[in-house]
């Protein structure tokens, strides 16, 4: 079966921790993106990549550091920078960059 | 720059009820429309499309209609039944690469279907 997974579904960070969220997709899409949703809130995005080895900031990219090193992964570290973590993260993929986006489950990221 | 605008929610309707979640957007260009849905603790699925003005988006029954002259893309199901109870988003895509290539969400609309 294609798609996009995530994992893990549920992740817990410690006070000054950098924590990665993981994203593959076996649909040979070349562009990747991860979006952060907050309750009652719109998706806003992150980071993108058009292609491997490339990505760009999104809106919202201070204290996220991302990587593309494989074109089916695309690892999303939330580090201690990152004040208010706590959000549902969603990572999507399309065929090519402005195309039409498939999300993967979403990683829910909670603080202790 | 784009934006989009939805109906605020909640929305509590009866099952069988018509179904309507307004949509409209502020776009440069010939931008993609969508509709996505969120069911409870999940990603998001696509739900429907329109790529250029007057095309009709289809899928389970829903439908949105890419009205450029009112630039709105309102969601319609004639008949709800409670497992559409979710969270609808609208979405734009502009119509040209770089950053308006990506998506622009609107905040979401939580539909309650009630038997």
């Known amino acids: 079966d294609g798609g996009i997974t995530q994992s893990p579904k549920y992740l817990f960070r410690k006070e000054g921790q950098n924590v990665t969220l993981s994203c593959e997709q076996n649909?040979?899409?070349?562009?990747m993106y991860w979006y952060r949703q907050d309750p009652g809130q719109g998706l806003r995005l992150i980071y993108y990549?058009?292609?491997?080895?490339?990505?760009q900031k999104g809106d919202i990219a201070e204290g996220y550091s991302v990587s593309r090193e494989k074109k089916e992964s695309f690892p999303l570290t939330v580090t201690s920078a990152q004040k208010n973590p706590t959000a549902f993260y969603l990572c999507?993929?399309?065929?090519?960059?402005?195309?039409?986006?498939?999300f993967g489950p979403g990683t829910r990221l909670l603080v202790l | 720059g784009n934006s989009v605008t939805q109906m605020e929610g909640p929305v509590t309707l009866s099952e069988e009820a018509f179904l309507t979640i307004n949509c409209t957007y502020t776009?440069?260009?010939?931008?993609?429309l969508f509709w996505y849905v969120q069911y409870p603790g999940e990603g998001l699925q696509l739900l429907l499309k329109?790529?250029?003005?007057?095309d009709k988006g289809s899928n389970k029954g829903f439908e949105a209609t890419y009205r450029k002259e009112t630039t709105s893309f309102h969601l319609e199901k004639g008949s709800v039944q409670v497992s559409d109870s979710a969270v609808y988003f609208c979405?734009?895509?502009?119509?040209?690469?770089?950053?308006?290539?990506?998506?622009?969400f609107g905040k979401g609309t939580k539909l309650s279907v009630k038997p």
């Open positions: 999507a993929s399309s065929l090519g960059w402005g195309e039409t986006q498939y």
């Open positions: 649909l040979n899409h070349d562009a």
């Open positions: 990549s058009q292609i491997v080895n490339d990505f």
């Open positions: 776009a440069t260009g010939y931008p993609s």
């Open positions: 329109a790529t250029k003005a007057d």
């Open positions: 979405a734009l895509s502009g119509q040209y690469g770089g950053s308006q290539g990506n998506l622009i």
